[in-house]
């Protein structure tokens, strides 16, 4: 069977792979949001600092829960679309 340090570093590498995945989406998606909402003067200048606190608190978060992220997605994927075909 897998022993505990095995099991550290697969949860590392998946935590910090899936971490900065969804980082960079958010990070994307919140500056993007800032753009579209207060335009190009003030969204494109300013609109990366609220961004970079979204973008780190769910890149936090979806680090330390990835493997529920990994079992949810297919199993929603599932449930919502091939469930009824």
Known sequence: ?????????V???????T???VTVAAFLGC???AIWKFGWLLGLPLGWI???V?????GYVAGLLWP???????????YFFLMDA
Not at 11 to 17: A, F
Not at 54 to 58: K, P, W
């Open 50 to 52: 609220p961004a970079v």
């Open 19 to 21: 971490a900065w995945s």
């Open 68 to 78: 529920l992220l990994i079992v949810a997605v297919p199993a929603l994927a599932w």
């Open 54 to 58: 979204v973008a780190g608190v769910v």
């Open 11 to 17: 949860y590392g590498v998946g935590m910090v792979t």
């Open 1 to 9: 069977m897998w022993d505990k340090l095995e099991l550290k570093a």
């Open 31 to 33: 500056w993007a949001l």
